[in-house]
Nanobody, 122 residues
Framework: QVQLVESGGGLVQAGGSLRLSCAASGRTFRSYAMGWFRQAPGREREFVARISRSGAWTSYADSVKGRFPISRDNAKNTVYLQMNSLKPEDTAVYYC???????????????WGQGTQVTVSS
C-alpha cells in the first residue's frame, strides 16, 4: 500500500510558477513509476507528466511540454511537478499517482493522492 499526499497548490497569476510536491509513504516508493494528472471543472481527468522509477525517463502531455518538468527524489520519497509559465487553462485539481507499470492512462495507476487545487488567474 502506498499513500500519496500532494501539496504546493494555490492561486497564481498567469505567467507565474508553482511547484507541486507529492510525498509517498512506505519504503517501496522507488518501485513505482509516478505520474501527475489534472482535472479541470467539467472535464475528464487527463495525463500531465510521468517519470520512471529511477528518474531517467520522463514524458509529458503536449499541453505542458517544456513548461512542467517532473522530477523525483527517491531518498525523500517525493515526486515534484515544477509548473512554469502558467496559463489560465492550467487551472485544475492536480493529482499524483503511482504505477506498477509505465503508462499514461488512469487505469494503469494503482494509487492516487487526494489532489491539490491550482488556480491561474488572467
Amino acid at each position: 500500500q502506498v499513500q500519496l499526499v500532494e501539496s504546493g497548490g494555490g492561486l497564481v497569476q498567469a505567467g507565474g510558477s508553482l511547484r507541486l510536491s507529492c510525498a509517498a509513504s512506505g519504503r517501496t516508493f522507488r518501485s513505482y513509476a509516478m505520474g501527475w494528472f489534472r482535472q479541470a471543472p467539467g472535464r475528464e481527468r487527463e495525463f500531465v507528466a510521468r517519470i520512471s522509477r529511477s528518474g531517467a525517463w520522463t514524458s509529458y502531455a503536449d499541453s505542458v511540454k517544456g513548461r512542467f518538468p517532473i522530477s523525483r527524489d527517491n531518498a525523500k520519497n517525493t515526486v515534484y511537478l515544477q509548473m512554469n509559465s502558467l496559463k489560465p487553462e492550467d487551472t485544475a485539481v492536480y493529482y499524483c499517482a503511482a504505477s506498477e507499470g509505465w503508462g499514461t492512462q488512469e487505469h494503469e495507476y494503482n494509487y492516487w493522492g487526494q489532489g491539490t487545487q491550482v488556480t491561474v488567474s488572467s
